[in-house]
């Protein structure tokens, strides 16, 4: 472990004093519980946060979407999901400043993946959810071109248990615009 600790220290040390200068640290007092699971910034330097919640929403944890100015200050928040735990574990931004943030929905006891795509206005385009007969979820996703890469688990498809499963869609016009 002392060598661990060692190359992050190392790693943290190597980096120029100006990256890691906060520029700001923001709460913002909702009533349940919230989990960032990750982020990005748009191209105006908005930045978009995508994790769980249970403050609003219809269900146990509700998948959510959240954009602030750069400077920290909410313009809106999202959340999506239905009665049982659902969470947004990764987002991608489209070459129109879009915001894809996937994740999974509960449906019943299982996990279907679910991918939502939003404008920089908090628009939503659609939503989609993928999944069989067990659980299955998106971990993280990536945009290149004109293409969705979407990577996670599947009990439903494999060799049986959890099995990785990887998918790459094209974007446009999916699943109707």
């Known amino acids: 472990m002392k060598n661990s600790t060692f190359i992050l220290f190392i790693f943290f040390a190597l980096l120029p004093p100006a ?8 709460s913002y007092n909702l009533p349940g519980n919230e989990i960032g699971n990750d982020i990005a ?8 946060t995508v ?18 100015t750069s400077s ?9 999901g239905g009665s049982g735990e659902d969470a947004a574990k990764a987002l ?7 915001i894809y943030a996937a994740g999974y929905k509960t449906v019943g ?12 206005n ?10 069989g007969s067990d659980i299955d979820e998106i971990n993280d996703i990536g945009f290149r071109g004109n293409r ?9 498809a494999g060799a049986g248990g959890q099995d990785f499963g990887f998918e790459n869609r094209h974007s446009g016009k999916y699943p109707s615009e």
């Open 109 to 120: 006891s299982l996990k279907d993946g679910m991918l939502v795509k939003l404008d920089a």
């Open 19 to 26: 990256l890691l200068a906060q520029k700001f640290e923001n």
């Open 51 to 68: 994790g769980q919640s249970t403050s609003y929403g219809s269900g146990l944890n509700d998948m959510f979407v959240m954009k602030t």
């Open 148 to 156: 969705i890469y979407m990577a996670g688990t599947t009990a439903s």
């Open 122 to 131: 908090g628009v939503v385009f659609w939503t989609k959810t993928f999944g």
């Open 41 to 48: 910034e748009l191209s105006d330097g908005s930045i978009v």
């Open 92 to 98: 991608t931004i489209g070459p129109n400043d879009e």
């Open 72 to 80: 920290g200050s909410l313009l809106w928040i999202k959340y999506f």
